[in-house]
Every structure is written in C-alpha cells, then in structure tokens.
C-alpha cells in the first residue's frame, strides 16, 4: 500500500485543483470519443434540438453522464443550467424524493424558450420499486413538457414499463485504442511525460474505464510529472502481471511455503486486499503459457470459491492460505 509521504503528496496542490475527469470531459455530442453507434444517434438528436426519454446503459466510465450532459448542453446552449435537474438515485433512491424533488421540477414551465425541460437521473437501476412506479407515471403526465435521461449499469435492474417508455442505448467498456488516443491528449495537455509501458500499464488496469485511467494517470502524476510502469501500478493498487506470473510459478516450481512468502510480498507491495488479489490473478492466469487449459479451468472454479468465502466474512489470512496450498497441488511438478 502507498502510505506516508507519497500519498500525501497526492493531498496536494494538484489534486485540490480541478479534477481532471470533469477538466477535460466533452462538451459537445461531436467531442465525444469511442462508442461510435451511441453518438451518431445522439448527434442526430442535437441537430434535430429534441429527444425521446433515454436510457443509458453500460459499465462505470464508458461515457455515459459525459454523453446526457453533452446533448443537453447542444439542445438547450445557454439555457442549459436552468432547464436540468441533475440527480443520483443512489443518494435519492425512495418515493419521497420521485415524488416531490422530480415531480416538482417537472411541472415547472422551461426558461430561456425552450420546449422542454430534463431530469437526468444517474444510477436509476438503485431506484427502489415503488421509486420506480411512481417515476413510470411521472414519465407519462409530463412527457409533453420534460424529458427523462436515465443512466444505470444494468438495464434489467430497471422495471419495463421504464424502458418501454425510453430509448435504450447500450454503453460498452472503450477499446484500448481509444484509451490510449485519451490519455495522449491529456497528457500533452497538462505537460506530463508519460512513458510508452505506463500508458500500457494504464489501459491494463482500467479494463476500458475511461474514467479510471484519467484518475490513474492524474494521481500518478501529482507526484511525479515523469509517469513510469512501475509509478501506475503503484498508485492503482494493482500488482503487475508478471508478479502473478511469478507467485504462480513459484507455486509449480517451489511449494507451499516460499510461494505463500510471494504472496503475501505482493500483498504487502502493492497494498492488495484478498479479493483484489484474486480478480487480479484470475485474470493474469489466461496468459500465463505454463498452465494447461484443464488447470485453468480447476484454477477458476477454485478462486470464485475463496471469493466468495471472502465476501462472506471468512478470514482473509486463512482463506489466502489455503488458496495458495491448493493452487500447489494443482500445479506441483511433484
């Protein structure tokens, strides 16, 4: 874990400023990025000045608060702060607030001569259900005079009358060109050198979350304008590859104990929690050449049940333990 020091450095000037995410977030529908069949809907909307209810679907950081703030801000222009009324339902999930916050503001007149105004509610799938009726029958008495834009990770966590009533587009993870395109901008743009294998290490761990790879890059970046491999996996808490790599061979080669020793180096290195290893060496695992496609299959299993006894309260130390004595049996060259 990147303690002391280091990670008060990050507590500084440069993080006290604006964060870069919102920094260099898109104004435009036209400035946005990656999911090509989303925008080209979009920017047709932003022509046309109008749009149905829309409900963005897909995981964190693929666009999709940049993507209803842009087209509202191409709608309304100037007027755009006064006819959109920004909520997350994972703060204001329950009936009371759908009912007064949202029925309120949908009942006001819009300014500035436009026709209509927008209620964008990010993370609606964290609605409760009678959150969600009364929102269903919000959507149908003012459909004339405001519209909806909804944001969730999962789109059947939203009732189907919802959906029924909305345009449904679905957001996927970004390509790593797409990321890599990104994070070049933003660094030229804020003077930082970024090596070639940190701009490789940042699309490793974002896993196509665009927003995570600007934050990665941000903090690595608030200590040391010289961006290194070594520096993002540092401040992401995310251990190499090529150290799972190892903590794997030296299960097959070394045994028990001096693979238990590796384990717990990493742990201590890159300040890993037990999950957190085990996603991680789940996915390294697949690349891994020495591992024969029936160990994988065997090494899967085995680490979705540590996993989950994990999240079930189990102990952290005893369950890695015994992880690390199985995954020797599997492996052993014995």
């Not at 529908?29 to 047709?44: H, K, P, S, W, Y």
Request: with cysteine; proline share 3%.
């Amino acid at each position: 874990m990147v303690i002391g020091g280091r990670i008060k450095g990050c507590i500084g000037a440069d993080l006290m400023a604006k964060m870069w995410v919102e920094k260099h977030r898109p104004q435009s529908v036209n400035e946005i990025r990656g999911q090509t069949a989303v925008i080209g809907r979009l920017q047709a909307y932003a022509e046309q000045g109008t749009f149905p209810h829309l409900l963005f679907a897909g995981p964190p950081g693929t666009g999709k608060t940049t993507a209803a703030i842009a087209l509202t801000r191409d709608v309304f222009a100037d007027s755009f702060r006064d006819n959109i009324l920004e909520m997350n339902a994972s703060d204001e999930r329950g009936l009371d607030s759908i009912r007064n916050k949202v029925k309120q503001f949908a009942k006001t007149s819009p300014l500035g001569g436009a026709t209509f105004k927008v209620i964008f509610l990010d993370e609606a799938d964290a609605l409760t259900a009678d959150a969600q009726g009364a929102l269903r029958r919000i959507m149908e008495q003012y459909s004339e005079t405001c519209r909806f834009i909804l944001s969730c990770n999962y789109s059947s966590k939203v009732i189907e009358p919802i959906q029924s009533r909305c345009a449904v587009f679905r957001f996927r993870p970004l390509a790593n060109d797409q990321i890599a395109h990104q994070i070049d901008q933003i660094s030229n743009a804020e003077e930082v050198k970024l090596d070639e294998d940190a701009k490789e290490a940042i699309i490793h761990v974002s896993l196509g979350d665009l927003r995570k790879a600007i934050t990665a890059l941000q903090v690595a970046a608030s200590l040391d304008k010289h961006v290194t491999r070594a520096l993002i996996y540092e401040t992401t808490a995310t251990a190499p590859p090529e150290q799972l790599h190892s903590f794997l061979l030296s299960c097959k080669r070394d045994g028990f104990h001096p693979s238990r020793r590796k384990l717990q180096t990493v742990l201590d290195k890159y300040g890993l929690a037990g999950t957190d290893f085990i996603n991680q060496l789940h996915r390294a695992m697949f690349d891994v050449e020495f591992l024969e496609e029936i160990q994988k299959l065997e090494l899967t299993e085995m680490l979705a049940q540590v996993d989950f006894r994990l999240v079930e309260g189990g102990g952290e130390t005893l369950q890695l333990d015994a992880m690390c004595s199985n995954i020797c049996r599997l492996l052993s060259d014995n």
